[in-house]
């Protein structure tokens, strides 16, 4: 299968959005098996992307031209995000390490502090400076939980436990005190960890069944995320109160939003993958009323 990055996403928008859809362009990977994941801007004004299976760091410009950087120990690439550094930072899922990679494709890994049942997954900047992530921590008993870590760029790390029961973590965002998460089953909650304190405040969805994905600090201060199985989009302000948004196609069992991210036109962006909305003519962006932001 031919695997492709798409630059202009025909995504659905809310929040006030009046930019008309846009055109797709997809640019083929030089190795058809390398699988892109995760995909976020550089300082340097590229596209950055892990390929997962192809065990390397990718980055596109605006008009389409590709490199790519092979890890030096392959590992599968999973999460990336730009750091305070002016580098990008990225999680190997398998290799148990956190990434760097400076402008010119120089490749820098750490794993010291890291216990050797987690496995890193997503990675966001944090408010103080430092890179945060996920972990999946394989348990005893097969069993998988979630752990939050944390590396500074000179590339300690440390790691801290959520409360027992609090399942796994799907994504991870931060704001300018805490980290937030959303967790899956059992909880299907959204989680938070303050960046000084590292106390974990978790909130129970109120449409219980969803397993919260895609998270996202929206341009209003509050943290936007996708409810796939409910159909739905929420907002969790600082305090923890929750609003939740019905799409359009509620009803229709094929759809539900998946991951979200702030647009630069200040309106927050989501996919749905089961729908395949980034595929072909996009429809007009929509901004209904009760999904402003």
């Given at each position: 299968?031919r695997?492709?990055?798409?630059?202009?996403?025909?995504?659905?928008?809310?929040?006030?959005?009046?930019?008309?859809?846009?055109?797709?362009?997809?640019?083929?990977?030089?190795?058809?098996?390398?699988?892109?994941?995760?995909i976020?801007?550089?300082?340097?004004?590229?596209?950055?992307?892990?390929?997962?299976?192809?065990?390397?760091i990718?980055?596109?410009?605006?008009?389409?031209t590709?490199?790519?950087?092979?890890l030096?120990?392959?590992?599968?690439?999973?999460?990336?995000?730009?750091?305070?550094?002016?580098n990008?930072?990225?999680?190997?899922?398998?290799?148990?390490?956190?990434?760097?990679?400076?402008?010119?494709?120089?490749?820098?890994?750490?794993?010291?502090?890291?216990?050797?049942?987690?496995?890193?997954?997503?990675?966001?900047?944090?408010?103080?400076?430092?890179?945060?992530?996920?972990?999946?921590?394989?348990?005893s008993?097969?069993?998988?939980v979630?752990?939050?870590?944390?590396?500074?760029?000179?590339?300690?790390?440390?790691?801290?436990?959520?409360?027992?029961?609090?399942?796994?973590?799907?994504?991870?965002?931060?704001?300018?005190?805490?980290?937030?998460?959303?967790l899956g089953?059992?909880?299907?909650?959204?989680?938070?960890?303050?960046?000084?304190?590292?106390?974990?405040?978790?909130?129970?969805?109120?449409?219980?069944?969803?397993?919260?994905?895609?998270?996202?600090?929206?341009?209003?201060?509050?943290?936007?995320?996708?409810?796939?199985?409910?159909?739905?989009?929420?907002?969790?302000?600082?305090?923890?109160?929750?609003?939740?948004?019905?799409?359009?196609?509620?009803?229709?069992?094929?759809?539900?939003?998946?991951n979200?991210?702030?647009?630069?036109?200040?309106?927050?962006?989501?996919?749905?993958?089961?729908?395949?909305?980034?595929?072909g003519?996009?429809?007009?962006?929509?901004?209904?009323?009760?999904?402003?932001?």
């Amino acid at each position: 299968m031919r695997r492709s990055i798409a630059l202009l996403i025909g995504f659905f928008a809310f929040a006030g959005c009046n930019a008309s859809a846009k055109p797709i362009a997809e640019y083929a990977l030089p190795h058809g098996s390398s699988l892109p994941h995760r995909i976020a801007k550089g300082p340097d004004g590229y596209m950055w992307f892990t390929e997962q299976t192809g065990q390397r760091i990718g980055r596109i410009s605006m008009a389409g031209t590709i490199a790519e950087y092979a890890l030096p120990t392959g590992g599968n690439p999973i999460g990336i995000a730009a750091g305070p550094d002016g580098n990008m930072w990225f999680t190997e899922s398998l290799g148990r390490r956190i990434g760097r990679i400076d402008a010119g494709g120089k490749i820098a890994e750490f794993s010291t502090g890291l216990s050797a049942r987690n496995s890193p997954q997503e990675i966001t900047a944090g408010p103080d400076g430092a890179l945060w992530f996920s972990e999946d921590v394989q348990l005893s008993d097969g069993k998988y939980v979630g752990n939050i870590g944390r590396i500074t760029i000179s590339g300690t790390i440390a790691e801290f436990a959520l409360p027992e029961g609090s399942g796994g973590i799907n994504n991870i965002a931060s704001d300018s005190e805490r980290i937030w998460f959303t967790l899956g089953f059992p909880l299907n909650a959204i989680g938070a960890m303050d960046v000084r304190t590292h106390r974990v405040t978790v909130w129970a969805l109120p449409d219980g069944r969803s397993f919260p994905e895609g998270i996202a600090r929206g341009p209003d201060g509050n943290i936007w995320f996708a409810m796939p199985q409910d159909h739905r989009i929420g907002r969790i302000a600082p305090d923890g109160k929750i609003a939740t948004f019905a799409m359009p196609d509620q009803g229709d069992a094929t759809g539900g939003p998946s991951n979200i991210a702030l647009g630069p036109d200040g309106a927050m962006w989501f996919t749905e993958f089961n729908q395949s909305r980034s595929a072909g003519s996009p429809p007009a962006a929509r901004s209904p009323s009760s999904m402003t932001a």
